[in-house]
């Protein structure tokens, strides 16, 4: 049998007393050899400096942003201005054609001269926009196309195969670089049979 009335785990109350649950003895503190095994960052601290991080990063980021929108900005007019400047740089010449036909002396000015030069005014106006990607839509006795032309009213077709063609443009259309500007206003011819 064995004899318990010592037993070999019983150990020697040596150690100080705590000053309170969970706490450190009081010259754990004060001896620099302490080992820093134990957490000594405040959890409230750690949170704070983390929010401080982020607010920093959203606000560099807000600040990025806000230059990118403003050079987006600032691009976009530049470009708009050099466009312009490019299409009013091309119609300079037009602009002195129909200057000087405006400018004509009646005496010297016979009725030939006068058209044929707001002719020529027109075809180097149409020449300069089609150099910045403008077309004209004129589409005598081609099919109506209703994604290009706007029909004003209809004309009886005299066969079938003039049936949904165009009699008569009113008014031509134009194209920017593909994109409709205005419909050809047309007469539509229709065969009634």
Known sequence: MTDHSTSDF???????????????????AATPDAAPDA??????????????????????????????????VRDRQDAEKMGMGAVMKGLLET?????????????????????????????KLLKSLAGHGLEVVD????PFDPALHEAITTAPAATADEDHTI??????????????LRPARVVVRQWNG
């Not at 991080?53 to 942003?65: C, G, S, T």
């Not at 009699?167 to 409709?180: E, I, S």
Request: proline residues 7%; hydrophobic residues 40%; glycine residues 6%.
């Open 167 to 180: 009699a008569v443009v009113y008014q031509v259309g134009y194209l920017l670089n593909g994109t409709l």
């Open 39 to 72: 957490p000594t960052s405040d959890p409230l601290a750690e949170a704070e400096r983390a929010i401080a991080e982020q607010k920093d990063k959203y606000l560099r980021l807000y600040a990025e942003y806000d230059n990118f929108r403003k050079r987006a």
């Open 139 to 142: 589409p005598a006795n081609a």
């Open 95 to 123: 602009l002195d054609d129909l200057g000087r036909v405006a400018h004509m002396t009646p005496e010297g000015a016979d009725t030939k001269t006068v058209l044929d030069g707001v002719a020529m005014v027109e075809k």
């Open 10 to 28: 019983e150990q020697p109350a040596t150690a100080p007393e705590a000053t309170a649950a969970g706490d450190a003895p009081a010259d754990a």
